[in-house]
Nanobody
């Protein structure tokens, strides 16, 4: 069982930056791909970014390409999401996700609010 705890959310003005962190514990000996998803009020949860176990492969939603960067530090069991040039439409609860084979885990989410 993997536990994921997100941090780093908050309130920021449009054009600003935030860095989210997701610390994993328990069962971290497995090779998990990690990702970030987000859910805005009244909308479905959507994919934001994904990174492979090695960190060599990353994928991004078109809406965040060029602005967000996902990275990981396996020694610290932590994945990061650097968010630059934030827009009001980036406002959402951001969730960390870990996937290995048929196992998937979610964090509790961290709120990101971007004011115009």
């Amino acid at each position: 069982q993997v536990q994921l705890v997100e941090s780093g959310g908050g309130l920021v003005q449009a054009g600003g930056s935030l860095r989210l962190s997701c610390a994993a514990s328990g069962g971290t000996s497995g090779r998990y791909a990690m990702g970030w998803f987000r859910q805005a009020p009244g909308k479905d949860r959507e994919f934001v970014a994904r990174i492979s176990w090695s960190g060599g492969n990353t994928n991004y939603a078109d809406s965040v390409k060029g602005r967000f960067t996902i990275s990981r530090d396996n020694a610290k069991n932590t994945v990061y999401l650097q968010m630059n040039s934030l827009k009001p439409e980036d406002t959402a609860v951001y969730y960390c996700n870990a996937v290995s084979g048929f196992s998937a885990y979610w964090g509790q989410g961290t709120q990101v609010t971007v004011s115009s």
